[in-house]
């Protein structure tokens, strides 16, 4: 651990600048979308824009848990787990020994989704 002490300096500090880079990035991105100008439905360019209005569609889709009406869902179902392991190793001075050690965990039991196309009214019209 002695030959690695010096670097520890050095690392915290390159993981300092690159923590410095991303939440700069994060920010100039933020600031990019909130400015955006908000554009009518029959006035959309290609590249980043901002669209209000309402979602039509002619049989919306029921969402499968919440069962509201909707043109787009996405749900998950998991399950927390948890257990206890037991084992059997040998020190280095040749005893045998025995610890449990407990694991936990996450893990998916069902997820779907489904979406639609649909059009955005606004005061212009679809």
């Known amino acids: 651990m002695r030959d690695f002490a010096p670097w520890l300096p050095v690392l915290g500090a390159g993981l300092a600048f690159l923590c410095?880079?991303?939440g700069l990035r994060a920010g100039r991105r933020r600031r990019l979308v909130e400015n955006l100008p908000t554009s009518k439905?029959?006035?959309?360019?290609?590249?980043l824009v901002?669209?209000?209005?309402?979602?039509e569609v002619d049989a919306p889709l029921t969402s499968f848990l919440a069962e509201c009406r909707c043109t787009h869902y996405?749900?998950?179902?998991?399950e927390q787990?948890?257990?206890s392991v037991t084992e059997t190793y040998t020190d280095d001075e040749g005893n045998?020994?025995?610890?449990?050690?407990?694991?936990?965990?996450?893990?998916?039991v069902a997820n779907g989704g489904e979406t639609i196309p649909f059009y955005l009214q606004d005061d212009c019209g679809v």
Not at 50 to 55: D, Q, R, S
Not at 74 to 78: A, N
């Open 81 to 83: 787990w948890e257990r």
């Open 74 to 78: 996405q749900w998950s179902v998991e």
């Open 50 to 55: 901002e669209l209000k209005g309402t979602a």
């Open 20 to 22: 410095l880079l991303a």
């Open 96 to 108: 045998t020994k025995t610890r449990t050690r407990t694991e936990s965990g996450w893990t998916t």
């Open 41 to 47: 439905t029959t006035g959309v360019f290609i590249g």
